[in-house]
């Protein structure tokens, strides 16, 4: 190849990798720009669960919910916003102890939180996770203002029905000393 061929592959290729590097900092910064207005209303709806937390780039904001690895989550993607709580413990047996638990309270949770959940085990995987989602166009800014108040509304909904029932259960994992869940 020559010098020219060459060079004109670097340089579509560097232009190539710039046009991804624009398109990921705009995406950070929409993400950064809707945190910081739904941290705003969550503080303005007197929501103290994600007080301590700072905005990010991220498609997703954690607060903790007092059992290790397993967080609260909100996410904003293109097209939902979701609220979930994330079983993710370093022990796949025990994200999968406590998503039974849970699971075993279902229709009583369900009944509590005023809609059908979406119950995700992922046998196949380590984690679980509880979640319920509604369609929403994340990239336009119009939506915004309900993405917001559905989110704030339904963390809010997802704390109040789940906070007792992990405490409970964090007992439970704490007092095991061999390990073992059954």
């Not at 232009?15 to 303005?44: M, Y």
């Not at 979640?131 to 704030?152: C, H, K, T």
């Amino acid at each position: 190849m020559t010098c020219a061929i060459i060079a004109r592959i670097r340089s579509k290729n560097e232009s190539e990798e710039k046009a991804v590097q624009n398109t990921q900092k705009k995406r950070h910064k929409l993400r950064l720009n809707f945190w910081e207005a739904v941290l705003e209303q969550l503080r303005l709806d007197g929501v103290t669960l994600y007080q301590n937390i700072n905005p990010a780039k991220d498609h997703w904001l954690s607060a903790g919910s007092g059992m290790r690895s397993c967080p609260y989550q909100m996410i904003f993607s293109r097209d939902e916003a979701r609220v979930e709580i994330s079983l993710q413990r370093s022990e796949t047996a025990e994200n999968k102890w406590l998503f039974d638990q849970l699971f075993g309270e279902k229709e009583q949770i369900e009944q509590e939180f005023g809609a059908e959940i979406d119950w995700r085990r992922m046998d196949d995987k380590k984690a679980s996770r509880i979640v319920y989602a509604q369609p929403f166009d994340g990239f336009n800014r119009e939506d915004w203002p309900e993405m917001i108040a559905w989110l704030s509304n339904h963390i809010r909904k997802l704390e109040a029905v789940f906070s007792e029932r992990l405490t409970r259960l964090n007992r439970q994992v704490r007092v095991q000393d061999d390990g073992s869940l059954e």
